[in-house]
């Protein structure tokens, strides 16, 4: 890879430093080691990471909870997830990843249902424990078909010292259904990342390695697909690839997985991990635990599927091998269709990046084999090992951002000026009107999968519709028009 032209990286060294100036001396002093440009060849991103928020800046982070519930137990679809505590963490929470899922809802899946113990004043005072015992015989007469409840507990349950853990056993036992509670108060730790740890201690002390698992017959090429949370569908543009060289998955968490397949998740011979961030906790006690090897894999883009494909054939033997390069050539036309009709219109084209957890590294290839230049990315609630893993993907002189604040990521992208932002919502319209095209990167803007082959055709429509659309041309700012 060649190096970057030296003015550009001293041209992003000096904005960084510009930005920074508008600080107070001692903020600007914090911000400054989460802001770097990146150094070809050095083994991580040169940002300090999963810090507490300087206070007074607006930060873009979830809280322990929005980790939990609303990353890895809430698309888990035949189980009740309660917020506990009050309405509003659930409202906000409510359905906006899109975890698809088969099923019908209500009946035997509830990802899109928002159930809450709506906290109130004398809840705090008096306690919430006889109102969750009352909204978990609630939801076992009008749900009977659902597997289990769990207990995602807002902040005023771990303030007020409520023993969810002893309704829950009281609970599960009544009904003869597991109840989960877990500690996912908000306040907990700096961001959502400590709500992914919790969920995952809950699922190993709960769910793993329970129920009937043990009655569940096995084969050589068992694998379970941690961390892929089917929004837009992508856990089954990536399951199809998986299947067709040989594979069998017996457990695709937590995007339209069933109880039973995190039961049984201790059976697989590998574990294939997507979104690293929410989910390596357990991956790691499974190999502690039960000597089961587990691998992040890449399905964004061309390059990455075929390289993932053929890492992960490796683990096993000739047939599987086979495997992977029967669907690499089988997909290869359509990658090369789509690549023709798209590469054209995206060569060269510049895009930032501001994401939660895998993608500010895991989507550089795919906007790569299109042609599109990566110059600033970052995350919100990463760790250390999220920016060593990022050094693999990005170029020299690349903006890295860690935990960026509103005005940091405004002034970088008023400054860069890409030609597309990749982020979530809450950037999505300040870009716009900065008349810079924009796709949520959590939620796929309503559009995907973006995952696997099939996945890569819809990414590769949806960046150049948004690039090349129209519109950017007659967006003109009513103090430039004048």
Not at 15 to 39: C, F, G
Not at 220 to 245: C, F, H, K, Q, T
Not at 300 to 310: C, D, E, H, N, V
Not at 355 to 369: C, I, M, N, T
Request: glycine share 10%; proline share 4%; net charge neutral.
């Amino acid at each position: 890879m060649d190096g970057m032209n030296p003015d550009v990286k001293a041209e992003r060294k000096a904005l960084i430093e510009e930005v920074l100036s508008a600080y107070p001396e001692k903020t600007a002093k914090k911000r400054a080691r989460h802001l770097n440009v990146y150094d070809e060849g050095k083994p991580d991103c040169g940002v300090k990471s999963n810090i507490k928020s300087a206070p007074g800046v607006m930060t873009i982070r979830g809280c322990a909870y929005a980790g939990s519930k609303g990353v890895v137990f809430g698309p888990l679809k035949d189980m009740v997830h309660i917020s506990h505590g009050p309405v509003g963490c659930g409202q906000y929470s409510w359905s906006q990843r899109r975890n698809y899922y088969t099923g019908t809802t209500g009946v035997d899946t509830f990802v899109t249902m928002q159930i809450t113990s709506d906290f109130q004043e004398r809840d705090i005072v008096f306690g919430g424990d006889k109102k969750l015992e009352k909204v978990i015989d609630e939801i076992h007469t009008m749900f009977p078909l659902n597997k289990g409840v769990s207990i995602q507990s807002e902040c005023p349950v771990g303030l007020i010292g409520d023993d969810i853990e002893a309704v829950a056993k009281k609970k599960g036992k009544e009904h003869g259904k597991l109840v989960v509670p877990v500690r996912c108060e908000g306040f907990r730790g700096v961001s959502q990342s400590l709500g992914h740890h919790i969920a995952n201690d809950a699922v190993r002390d709960w769910m793993l390695g329970k129920g009937k698992s043990k009655e569940f017959e096995t084969t050589p090429y068992d694998v379970v697909v941690i961390g892929d949370y089917n929004i837009g569908g992508d856990a089954w543009a990536s399951r199809i690839l998986l299947e067709d060289m040989g594979l069998r998955v017996i457990g695709l968490w937590s995007g339209d997985a069933t109880l039973a397949e995190i039961e049984r998740g201790n059976k697989g011979k590998l574990n294939l991990i997507h979104c690293y961030r929410s989910m390596n906790y357990i991956c790691r006690h499974m190999e502690e635990q039960y000597n089961i090897p587990w691998m992040e894999y890449n399905f964004f883009g061309p390059t990455q599927i075929a390289k993932s494909l053929r890492a992960i054939a490796e683990k096993f033997d000739d047939k599987i091998k086979a495997g992977a390069e029967r669907v690499i050539a089988k997909y290869q036309p359509l990658a090369d269709a789509v690549l023709a009709k798209y590469k054209p219109r995206l060569q060269g084209k510049k895009a930032m990046l501001y994401v939660g957890g895998l993608r500010p590294r895991h989507v550089a290839d795919a906007y790569g084999d299109l042609g599109i230049d990566i110059i600033g990315t970052g995350y919100e609630f990463a760790h250390s090992d999220d920016y060593q893993r990022t050094a693999e993907y990005i170029k020299d002189a690349t903006l890295v951002y860690d935990d960026v604040t509103d005005y940091e990521l405004e002034k970088f992208i008023d400054k860069m000026r890409p030609d597309l932002v990749g982020s979530g919502i809450k950037e999505k319209y300040s870009t716009q009107k900065m008349g810079v095209p924009f796709r949520q990167l959590h939620s796929w803007d309503y559009s995907g999968p973006y995952h696997g082959y099939d996945g890569f055709a819809v990414f590769a429509r949806d960046m150049d519709m948004a690039i090349n659309s129209p519109v950017w041309a007659l967006n003109k700012a009513p103090w430039k028009a004048a």
